[in-house]
């Protein structure tokens, strides 16, 4: 193969693709039979079967039981805008992952005392087994789930105090920020990393996606004058949203 050339089966996938991201198989129709891809494409079985699984793999298109390959449906993302943390009047967790204050959303939540697993417990910097706080949400909007997010919190801080349980008490509901001002920890730093990775099958399952669809993930760390009061990993469909971020220059 001549460098730079593409593989039979990716040009018969990029050739699909590009029909389907200008409408020309809009969402829901059937993709082209893997006879009829042969066929228009004058490649083998094999290619037209390989060129299908890219656009499965991709999440443009589904298998249907008995029926077909169709063109999956695509939401226009809309973004989240991250601008540091600023008293909104509700700083819900809900609000707090929000980049329009108009939108009416919604939480379920669970929380749960747990030993930190390695991985918590080095972002919060405790030892490996001590007791957290483990609070997973589930955020909705527009009719249906749209954000998952697994928080921990060190009891060594908040246990026996009126915030260890974030969605009970005088202080349920109200972001990290104000719940820890209450205990006089006074947060003065967030640090945030984002990163992308196939969802797990309990991820997309929450989020009405399907296994193995990309998501978004961004870990988020409060501290207060150093020390890690809080961490999270907020989870999206990657297909669904757009993190837009507006950073001030000084």
């Not at 389907?20 to 059937?30: A, C, D, F, T, Y």
């Not at 169709?70 to 943390?85: C, L, M, S």
């Not at 589930?138 to 105090?161: D, I, K, N, Q, W």
């Not at 399907?210 to 890690?228: D, I, N």
Request: hydrophobic share 35%.
């Amino acid at each position: 193969m001549p460098f730079g050339e593409q593989p039979a089966y990716l040009r018969v996938a990029g050739d699909l693709r590009k029909k389907i991201v200008e409408g020309e198989l809009p969402p829901h129709s059937r993709l082209p039979s893997q006879a009829r891809i042969r066929e228009d494409y004058g490649v083998s079985d094999t290619v037209a079967l390989e060129a299908r699984k890219v656009l499965m793999a991709e999440g443009l298109v589904e298998g249907r039981s008995g029926s077909g390959t169709y063109v999956r449906e695509h939401p226009v993302p809309r973004p989240i805008f991250r601008a540091g943390y600023r008293i909104i009047g509700d700083s819900s967790p809900f609000r707090q992952e929000q980049s329009d204050e108009r939108v009416c959303g919604s939480w379920e939540s669970s929380s749960e005392q747990v030993p930190a697993d390695r991985a918590i417990a080095g972002r919060l910097r405790i030892e490996r087994g001590g007791r957290v706080m483990r609070t997973e949400y589930v955020l909705h909007a527009g009719g249906g789930p749209v954000m998952r997010s697994l928080s921990y919190e060190p009891l060594a801080l908040t246990g026996r105090t009126p915030v260890m349980l974030p969605e009970e008490g005088p202080l349920a509901g109200l972001g990290v920020v104000e719940r820890m001002a209450a205990i006089d920890v006074v947060v003065d730093n967030v640090v945030e990393e984002v990163s992308a990775r196939p969802g797990l099958a309990e991820e997309t399952a929450a989020l009405g996606g399907f296994p193995g669809q990309l998501v978004l993930v961004v870990s988020r760390t409060f501290h207060a004058s150093g020390r890690p009061v809080e961490t999270a990993d907020i989870v999206t469909l990657a297909d669904r949203h757009r993190l837009t971020y507006h950073l001030p220059v000084k």
